[in-house]
Structures are given as structure tokens and as C-alpha cells.
């Protein structure tokens, strides 16, 4: 059973993984961390609301 604070791990995600995704539907992207040694590394951090919008140029 898979709890809150639970560490997951997808290996191999192929086209499911931070490179082919975006952000259809104002999907945020999650963070990615590394185990390396059995400790964890944020390699990325996970895009915030404001993130969605900052390209984006007011028309009207």
C-alpha cells in the first residue's frame, strides 16, 4: 500500500519521462530526483503555476 511520504520509482519511463512532456491542460511537471548511493538528489525542481505563464504575452 503506497502511503503519503512514500518514495516512488519509475524506471525506463520512456516517453513518459520529464523530456516528452508537457504542459497540455496546464499540467505542471513534477520534480525529478536522483538516487545516487542510496541518497537523494533534486535534480529538477517541480514547475510552479506562475511557471505556465511566464512566456506568455498579454494580446489584449
Do not use: T
Request: charged share 35%; net charge negative; glycine share 6%.
Amino acid at each position: 500500500e503506497v502511503r503519503e511520504g512514500d518514495v516512488l520509482v519509475f524506471r525506463n519511463a520512456g516517453a513518459y519521462g520529464f523530456e516528452m512532456s508537457s504542459n497540455f491542460n496546464s499540467r505542471l511537471k513534477p520534480a525529478e530526483v536522483m538516487f545516487l548511493d542510496g541518497k537523494a538528489h533534486l535534480i529538477r525542481k517541480r514547475d510552479e503555476f506562475e511557471d505556465l505563464l511566464k512566456n506568455q504575452i498579454e494580446v489584449l
